[in-house]
């Protein structure tokens, strides 16, 4: 079992930056792919940001340029710098870990943090 913990959100006005966290506990984090995915109101789910246990990285095409993802695996935690913020990036950000075992796939989910970009 994974606990994820989300922190850093808040609200910040167009072209502010803010970073969030995700600590995590209980499993060992290094063989985890760790995600950032956020949610907008009446959206689905989507993906912003992967950091696989490899050191790939991948990114959503609207977030490109401007979030970056890391990973501290000796403190098991994963970051996402968000810089550049704009108004349509207002949503709920959701750290996500995932893995796949020997016989089953292993997939975690935090509370979710807000971020809300408004002048």
């Known amino acids: 079992q994974v606990q994820l913990v989300e922190s850093g959100g808040g609200l910040v006005q167009p072209g502010g930056s803010l970073r969030l966290s995700c600590s995590a506990s209980g499993s060992i984090f290094s063989v985890f792919t760790m995600a950032w995915y956020r949610q907008a109101p009446g959206k689905p789910r989507e993906l912003v940001a992967a950091?696989?246990?490899?050191?790939?990285?991948n990114y959503a095409g609207s977030v490109k340029g401007r979030f970056t993802i890391s990973r501290d695996n000796p403190k098991d935690t994963v970051y996402l710098q968000m810089n550049s913020l704009k108004p349509e990036d207002t949503a709920v950000y959701y750290c996500?870990?995932?893995?796949?075992?020997?016989?089953?796939?292993?997939?975690?989910w935090g509370l979710g943090t807000q971020v809300t970009v408004s002048s």
């Open positions: 996500n870990a995932w893995r796949k075992g020997a016989v089953r796939e292993y997939d975690y």
């Open positions: 950091s696989t246990s490899g050191g790939s990285t």
